[in-house]
């Protein structure tokens, strides 16, 4: 069997929800497992997040796959409904909804619900994405309380640039939401993402919304999730499938972009962008052979990465091979593919198998 899996830590994930617990006292956790949980998996993520006040999806088909599971917990659609048809499905798996936008309030107040359906008002605060204007929370607010299709739980913004501690835009958010939601009497309100409960304790609320701080990495540029005490959820693992003897000249895969300086071992590993392990990673980034780091070498294909062995002569076929995760932050890796550690776990693709392990 090919050696390429993911290995996902559920107690790690258990840890990580405590520490966002821990670092927002007091407050109720909305945990976001979009995403396939990040690219953890959308179920495993909910069994092993059971502790959270509430579960956070993208839309209705992740949550109707939670239910289908058999998870009870609250879920959020954090995008809210797309069309009416999916309103029933909403009030029949007692899911609450954002609304953002201006077609689903209408949409709601035209629709006939068996029960009324919680939902969370979504605030524009200068994240420029989703969410109504500030200066118009007030009448959405208050025609969300006279429509008998919905009762409002509450309001929530996003938060642009949380991730720059320097930065002065989340403080003008959060007095633009203050002043917003001073027109919206009753209801819970939400702000902080992960990076707004771990260095921003003003954004805290009554509900945050941890999402990956939950898998183990940290939202600040040039930080790993073990500086904000956390502990990686997934790692990528795979082995050598070859170990072949160049010789001083020899250039390695598509396009010979690096050229053996000397003779040496090279070793060809089971995973390449066909798994998710990124093309563009440039020669020198970081892999773990039998726990060691040796460099990447050659450009990355579909199902294979090459990597330089002149620090470890012994190693063999089947040697362990770790990509990024235990020992080798993918924070690092994605540093190096010159992108953030969400699309490298997000992007592990379905062939890839993933295998739950406890701590």
């Not at 990495?217 to 082995?239: C, K, N, V, W």
């Amino acid at each position: 069997m090919r050696g390429t899996r993911a290995v996902i830590d559920l107690a790690a994930l258990r840890h990580n929800l405590r520490r966002a617990q821990d670092a927002a006292p007091g407050r109720r956790v909305l945990a976001a497992i979009k995403a396939d949980g990040y690219g953890h998996g959308l179920v495993r993520a909910a069994r092993a997040l059971e502790a959270a006040d509430a579960l956070g999806v993208a839309c209705l088909q992740e949550a109707l796959a939670l239910r289908a599971a058999g998870i009870r917990s609250a879920i959020v659609l954090l995008e809210g409904f797309f069309h009416r048809d999916e309103l029933a499905a909403v009030v029949d798996h007692g899911l609450e909804v954002v609304v953002h936008h201006r077609h689903q309030l209408e949409t709601l107040e035209a629709f006939d619900a068996a029960r009324p359906i919680p939902v969370w008002l979504k605030v524009d605060t200068g994240m420029h994405r989703l969410g109504f204007p500030a200066d118009a929370a007030g009448e959405v607010w208050q025609r969300l309380t006279a429509c008998r299709a919905a009762v409002p739980a509450g309001a929530m913004t996003h938060l642009a640039n949380a991730d720059d501690l320097d930065d002065p835009t989340t403080e003008t958010q959060l007095a633009r939401f203050a002043q917003a939601v001073a027109c919206c009497p009753g209801g819970e309100r939400s702000v902080a993402n992960s990076a707004g409960v771990l260095g921003w304790p003003a954004s805290h609320s009554d509900w945050v919304r941890p999402g990956i701080m939950l898998y183990g990495i940290s939202p600040f540029p040039g930080r790993d999730g073990t500086a904000e005490g956390l502990r990686p959820a997934m790692t990528l693992h795979s082995q050598l499938m070859a170990v072949n003897r160049l010789t001083a000249g020899d250039r390695v895969g598509y396009g010979g972009t690096w050229t053996a300086p000397e003779a040496m071992p090279v070793g060809v590993v089971a995973a390449g962008y066909g798994d998710g392990y990124p093309r563009h990673l440039p020669n020198g980034a970081p892999v773990l052979v039998n726990g060691r780091r040796v460099p990447l070498i050659g450009r990355v294909s579909t199902d294979m990465a090459t990597i330089d062995l002149r620090s470890q002569p012994d190693a063999q076929v089947g040697d362990p091979v770790v990509l990024w995760g235990d020992g080798l932050p993918v924070e690092e890796v994605a540093e190096w593919a010159g992108t953030i550690a969400y699309e490298l776990v997000c992007g592990v693709t379905q062939r890839v198998a993933r295998l739950e392990r406890e701590g």
